[in-house]
C-alpha cells in the first residue's frame, strides 16, 4: 500500500455546543446522564503544599441558553470508601453558558484566592480521591452506597481516583497542582473516565471572571490588547510576526480538539479588517491540555505565534502556543458566519509558495490559506470520491462534480499536472455514518479550516450535512469462455497474520472465490510472518498462508498449494515485526509449479540456456528473488519469480512484486510545487533490476518467454519506474492502459482514485482478457485497501491471425452494474 494505514495519528475531537433549553425556575429531571448542568471541575488540593489556589473548589456549567435556577440545589462531597456526605446549599442561579463556582474548605497553604464564589462552603474535600455529587435538592444523600450516580434526585456526579462510587469509571487521581475538568465542550456520557481530564486548576465564576493557577496574577483586565488574529496571520502563508508573543487577543471559540496531543480550540475574530487576505482564524495550541472554554465563548489568548508544519515538505499552520493562557470572558455568543467554500479553476502554482503572493481568486491552495481557522461551510450538494473512514470519521468529496468522474462516483488521477483541484477534505468529529464512494453529501458541512499532516487542508466539521448512500456495488469476474483459459490475478492482503481475526481471513477468502473466480495463480502481496507485528525473529508465514488456503477452500475455493520465501529478519521493510512477503498461490488441478531448489532470502535467481545455443531457458531455482542483495531492495520487498506450466505445458515465468512504498514523499498540498516524490529513486532501481531481468529472459528465449510481471509496484502508469520496467511499453505492457482512462485504478488515496498495483505482460502473450475488480478502494467496508487485478491468458491464441476471442478488448469484470 502507499501509505499504512496503521498510520494516522490520535483523534481529534471537534463537539459543538449542546443546545438544551432548561427555562429558569424549570430545572432539568434529575439524572446523572446531564444535558443541562454539569459539574466542570473539582479540585481538593487547595492550600495543600505547591498549590495555588488557597482553596477547594467544585465549578459547574451550563449547557443551555437559558438561565437555571440553582436555588433548591446543592453540592455533596463524600470521601472514596464513604457513604457520608457532606452538603453545600446553593444560590441564585447560573447563566446560559456559563458557570458557576463553589468554594470549599481552605488548607494553610496556597498563594491565590479563588475569583469571588457564588456559593461558599466548608467540605475539605480530598486532594487524590473523592466523590461529589450535584443534586437537585438540599437534603443529604443517603442509602446510595457506591451507587449514587443513578440515585432520584442526582444531576451529575464525579468519582476522581480511587473510588467505586462513580459513573462507570473513576475520573483521574487529583494532586495538589491538579484539577479534574470536563473536557471539549462539556458534554455528559456518564463515564467519569472519558469525560474528565486533568490538568492545571482554573476556575471560573458568574460573572465570568477566571483565575488560571497556571497564571495566578489573578483577574486578567479584560480589554483586548493591540494585536488582532488578522495582524498574527497577515496576508501571505507565514505570520509576520512568527516567535513573537502576543498578549490578550481577542475572539470568539468556534470549536474545540480535545483529544490527542494537538488539543486545543479555534478563535476567530467576529470583526473582520477589510483586507480580503488576512484569515481572521487562528489555532490556540494546547498540546496534551484540554480545553476549558467551549463554542461561543468570548475569550482573550496570551501566547507565542508558531508555524507548525505537520509533515516533512508540507505547508504550515499558523497557531496560538507556547502554553498559551486564556481568560473566558462570557459565553453564548453565535459563532461567526461561515464563508462559503469556493473552488477557484486551478490547484496551485508553481515553485515555493511561501514566497509567493497569494491569489485566492486563482488557485485552491491560496483560497484555502486565506481561510484558514476561519469557519466556512459547503453549500452545495457533493460527492464522495472516498469512502468514509469510520474510524477517524474523514471522508473526501468533490466540489466539481464533472472533474474527471470515474463511473462509479470517484475522480480519477490522470497524471502529475492534474490533482483534481475540486477535491476537499472532511474531518468529521462530530461522527460520520459508513459511505462508499460515489454517495451524495448535502449541504450545510460547517467548520473550522484546518491544515493537518494527512490530507492538507481540512474542513473540521462541528455539522455533517446528511449523506445518501449511493448503492455502489462489488464486482465480480465474468465466467471464463474457454476451460483453457489461464486466470493470474494480484491481491495485495494488507498485513494479513496468522493472529488477524477469522472474519478478515473469511472476507478474503469470499472475494478470492466469489468476486475474483478463484484464479488459477494468485500472486499476494504483504503476507506477514506467523505472529504478525511481533518482532520475535520469527520469519515463517506457513501458519499464515495455511489459515488462508483453508478459509477459501472453507468459501467454495480450490485446495491451492502455495510458494514462497521467508525473507531475513526485519530486512524487508512494512509493519516492524510483521516480515511481509509475496506468495505464490497456485491450482494444481490447473498449473503445475516447477520447483527448483536451493531459493532463500538471499540467493539471486537468474535464467538458464538448455544449451548454449537453445531458446529454450528455465530459472535457476525456483521460486526466487530477484537481485536480493541488491541495494535497490534496501528496506523493501524483494521480487518473488516461480516457473509455471499450463494449458499441455506452455512454461509461464511470473515475477510477483510489492515495491517500496511512497513514504516519505510530499504531499499535493506542499509548499514548494510540483512536491517532492523522493521515494521514486528507490522505485527507480527497483524498476530497472525487474526490467533486466526480464529482458534477460527475453534475450535468452529468442522472446518467446511469456512473462506476467504483477502485484503492487506503488507508483502510477505514467511514472518514471512504470516506464523504466516496461520499457515504455517495448518489453512488457502495462494492462491498466488498455482500460477507458476513466476507469484506471485500483486505489483511492486522498480523494483521487489512481493506480498502484499492475499487471505487465510480455508480447509473446497474444490473447488475453483483463481488468480491476472494484471490490475494496471505494467501500467503507474494506478487506483491504487495495482492489485486485486479473487477467486470462486465453487459449488457442498462438495462430496468426488471431481468433476474434484472442483480441483485445473481451471483458473479464462484469461492469454492467455500478
Known amino acids: 500500500m502507499a501509505i499504512s494505514n496503521a498510520r494516522r495519528r490520535a483523534v481529534a475531537?471537534?463537539?459543538?455546543?449542546?443546545?438544551?433549553?432548561?427555562?429558569?425556575?424549570?430545572?432539568?429531571?434529575?439524572?446523572?446522564?446531564?444535558?443541562?448542568?454539569?459539574?466542570?471541575?473539582?479540585?481538593?488540593?487547595?492550600?495543600?503544599?505547591?498549590?495555588?489556589?488557597?482553596?477547594?473548589?467544585?465549578?459547574?456549567?451550563?449547557?443551555?441558553?437559558?438561565?437555571?435556577?440553582?436555588?433548591?440545589?446543592?453540592?455533596?462531597?463524600?470521601?472514596?470508601?464513604?457513604?457520608?456526605?457532606?452538603?453545600?446549599?446553593?444560590?441564585?442561579?447560573?447563566?446560559?453558558?456559563?458557570?458557576?463556582?463553589?468554594?470549599?474548605?481552605?488548607?494553610?497553604?496556597?498563594?491565590?484566592?479563588?475569583?469571588?464564589?457564588?456559593?461558599?462552603?466548608?467540605?475539605?474535600m480530598s486532594g487524590t480521591s473523592g466523590v461529589v455529587a450535584l443534586v437537585t435538592a438540599q437534603v443529604p444523600l443517603v442509602g446510595c452506597g457506591t451507587s449514587c450516580a443513578t440515585a432520584p434526585t442526582v444531576q451529575d456526579l464525579v468519582g476522581y481516583g480511587a473510588t467505586a462510587n462513580v459513573e462507570t469509571a473513576a475520573a483521574p487521581s487529583l494532586t495538589n497542582t491538579t484539577a479534574d475538568a470536563r473536557s471539549g465542550a462539556l458534554t455528559d456520557t456518564d463515564n467519569n473516565s472519558l469525560d474528565f481530564t486533568s490538568g492545571v486548576p482554573k476556575a471560573t465564576n458568574t460573572a465570568g471572571t477566571t483565575v488560571d493557577a497556571g497564571n495566578p496574577g489573578g483577574p486578567v483586565d479584560p480589554t483586548p490588547g493591540t494585536v488582532r488574529i488578522h495582524d498574527i496571520q497577515g496576508s501571505g502563508r507565514i505570520s509576520p510576526i512568527v516567535g513573537q508573543a502576543v498578549t490578550d487577543v481577542p475572539g470568539i471559540v468556534t470549536a474545540t480538539r480535545s483529544t490527542g496531543s494537538s488539543r486545543g480550540y479555534w478563535l476567530q475574530d467576529p470583526t473582520p479588517d477589510a483586507d480580503g487576505l488576512t484569515s481572521e482564524g487562528v489555532f490556540v495550541f494546547m498540546g496534551t491540555t484540554s480545553p476549558?472554554?467551549?463554542?461561543?465563548?468570548?475569550?482573550?489568548?496570551?501566547?507565542?505565534?508558531?508555524?507548525?508544519?505537520?509533515?516533512?515538505?508540507?505547508?504550515?499552520?499558523?497557531?496560538?502556543?507556547?502554553?498559551?493562557?486564556?481568560?473566558?470572558?462570557?459565553?453564548?455568543?453565535?459563532?461567526?458566519?461561515?464563508?462559503?467554500?469556493?473552488?477557484?479553476?486551478?490547484?496551485?502554482?508553481?515553485?515555493?509558495?511561501?514566497?509567493?503572493?497569494?491569489?485566492?481568486?486563482?488557485?485552491?491552495?491560496?483560497?484555502?490559506?486565506?481561510?484558514?481557522?476561519?469557519?466556512?461551510?459547503?453549500?452545495?450538494?457533493?460527492?464522495?470520491?472516498?469512502?468514509?473512514?469510520?474510524?477517524?470519521?474523514?471522508?473526501?468529496?468533490?466540489?466539481?462534480?464533472?472533474?474527471?468522474?470515474?463511473?462509479?462516483?470517484?475522480?480519477?488521477?490522470?497524471?502529475?499536472?492534474?490533482?483534481?483541484?475540486?477535491?476537499?477534505?472532511?474531518?468529521?468529529?462530530?461522527?460520520?455514518?459508513?459511505?462508499?464512494?460515489?454517495s451524495t453529501l448535502a449541504a450545510g458541512t460547517t467548520g473550522p479550516l484546518d491544515y493537518q499532516s494527512f490530507g492538507g487542508y481540512a474542513l473540521m466539521a462541528t455539522q455533517l450535512g446528511a449523506i445518501t448512500e449511493g448503492g455502489l456495488k462489488r464486482q465480480k469476474v465474468l465466467p471464463p469462455k474457454k476451460a483453457g483459459d489461464l486466470s493470474i490475478a494480484t491481491y495485495n492482503v494488507e498485513n494479513l497474520a496468522a493472529n488477524n481475526p477469522d472474519s478478515k481471513f473469511a472476507k478474503l477468502a469470499d472475494a478470492v472465490v466469489n468476486n475474483l473466480g478463484s484464479p488459477d495463480i494468485l500472486a499476494l502481496e504483504e503476507i506477514q510472518d506467523n505472529n504478525g507485528a511481533t518482532d520475535n525473529g520469527v520469519v515463517a508465514a506457513d501458519q499464515t498462508v495455511g489459515k488462508f488456503v483453508a478459509a477459501i477452500e472453507a468459501a467454495g475455493g480450490p485446495a491451492y498449494q502455495s510458494r514462497s520465501i521467508d525473507p531475513s529478519n526485519d530486512t524487508d521493510g512494512g509493519e516492524p515485526g510483521g516480515n511481509i512477503r509475496q506468495v505464490f498461490l497456485f491450482n494444481p488441478a490447473r498449473t503445475a509449479f516447477v520447483d527448483r531448489a536451493s531459493g532463500d532470502a538471499n540467493t539471486s535467481v537468474s535464467v538458464v540456456r538448455a544449451r548454449p545455443t537453445?531458446?529454450?531457458?528455465?530459472?535457476?531455482?525456483?521460486?526466487?528473488?530477484?537481485?536480493?542483495?541488491?541495494?535497490?531492495?534496501?528496506?523493501?520487498?524483494?521480487?518473488?519469480?516461480?516457473?509455471?506450466?499450463?494449458?499441455?505445458?506452455?512454461?509461464?515465468?511470473?515475477?510477483?512484486?510489492?515495491?517500496?512504498?511512497?513514504?516519505?514523499?510530499?504531499?499535493?498540498?506542499?509548499?514548494?510545487?510540483?512536491?517532492?516524490?523522493?521515494?521514486?529513486?528507490?522505485?527507480q532501481k527497483q524498476a530497472t533490476e525487474v526490467r533486466d531481468f526480464v529482458e534477460d529472459l527475453s534475450d535468452k528465449s529468442g522472446g518467446r518467454a511469456r512473462v506476467v510481471v504483477l502485484?503492487?509496484?506503488?507508483?502510477?502508469?505514467?511514472?518514471?519506474?512504470?516506464?523504466?520496467?516496461?520499457?515504455?511499453?517495448?518489453?512488457?505492457?502495462?494492462?491498466?492502459?488498455?482500460?477507458?482512462?476513466?476507469?484506471r485504478y485500483s486505489y483511492v488515496f486522498d480523494g483521487n482514485s489512481q493506480v498502484l498495483d499492475h499487471i505487465l505482460i510480455s508480447p509473446s502473450i497474444q490473447g488475453y482478457s483483463y481488468g480491476v475488480v472494484h471490490l475494496n478502494a471505494e467501500f467503507s467496508d474494506q478487506a483491504s485497501d487495495h482492489d485486485p487485478q486479473i487477467v486470462r491468458i486465453l487459449t488457442g491464441c498462438d495462430t496468426i491471425p488471431l481468433p476474434t476471442r484472442c483480441l483485445p478488448g473481451t471483458p473479464v469484470v462484469d461492469v454492467s452494474t455500478p
Open 13 to 124: 475531537a471537534i463537539l459543538p455546543v449542546a443546545v438544551v433549553a432548561t427555562m429558569l425556575g424549570q430545572p432539568g429531571t434529575a439524572s446523572a446522564l446531564s444535558s443541562d448542568i454539569v459539574i466542570s471541575a473539582v479540585y481538593g488540593g487547595g492550600g495543600n503544599s505547591g498549590a495555588v489556589f488557597k482553596n477547594d473548589f467544585i465549578e459547574l456549567a451550563n449547557l443551555t441558553d437559558n438561565p437555571v435556577d440553582l436555588s433548591a440545589w446543592s453540592v455533596q462531597y463524600a470521601s472514596a470508601a464513604g457513604t457520608v456526605f457532606q452538603m453545600t446549599n446553593l444560590t441564585g442561579s447560573i447563566p446560559a453558558h456559563g458557570r458557576y463556582l463553589v468554594q470549599e474548605a481552605a488548607g494553610a497553604g496556597g498563594t491565590t484566592a479563588l475569583p469571588t464564589p457564588d456559593a461558599t462552603g466548608s467540605i475539605p
Open 292 to 438: 476549558s472554554v467551549v463554542a461561543g465563548d468570548s475569550v482573550l489568548v496570551s501566547g507565542r505565534v508558531s508555524e507548525f508544519r505537520p509533515a516533512s515538505g508540507s505547508q504550515s499552520l499558523t497557531e496560538i502556543g507556547g502554553s498559551p493562557t486564556t481568560v473566558r470572558l462570557s459565553g453564548g455568543h453565535a459563532l461567526p458566519a461561515a464563508v462559503p467554500v469556493e473552488s477557484p479553476d486551478a490547484y496551485t502554482k508553481a515553485g515555493a509558495l511561501e514566497a509567493q503572493p497569494l491569489e485566492p481568486s486563482s488557485y485552491v491552495l491560496d483560497w484555502l490559506e486565506v481561510h484558514e481557522g476561519m469557519r466556512v461551510t459547503i453549500t452545495q450538494s457533493t460527492r464522495l470520491v472516498s469512502p468514509v473512514n469510520t474510524d477517524f470519521a474523514e471522508l473526501w468529496v468533490t466540489l466539481k462534480t464533472n472533474q474527471n468522474p470515474t463511473p462509479r462516483g470517484g475522480t480519477i488521477y490522470k497524471s502529475y499536472d492534474d490533482q483534481n483541484s475540486g477535491r476537499l477534505m472532511i474531518a468529521s468529529l462530530v461522527g460520520a455514518p459508513a459511505a462508499n464512494v460515489g
Open 614 to 683: 537453445s531458446n529454450q531457458v528455465s530459472l535457476s531455482v525456483s521460486p526466487g528473488r530477484i537481485d536480493p542483495t541488491s541495494d535497490a531492495w534496501t528496506s523493501s520487498r524483494k521480487p518473488l519469480v516461480g516457473e509455471f506450466l499450463y494449458d499441455g505445458n506452455k512454461q509461464l515465468f511470473v515475477v510477483a512484486n510489492h515495491w517500496n512504498s511512497k513514504g516519505g514523499d510530499y504531499p499535493l498540498s506542499a509548499a514548494v510545487q510540483p512536491p517532492v516524490r523522493s521515494s521514486e529513486v528507490q522505485r
Open 711 to 743: 502485484g503492487d509496484l506503488n507508483d502510477y502508469q505514467f511514472s518514471p519506474a512504470l516506464q523504466t520496467v516496461t520499457k515504455s511499453g517495448a518489453l512488457l505492457k502495462p494492462l491498466i492502459e488498455t482500460l477507458p482512462v476513466d476507469q
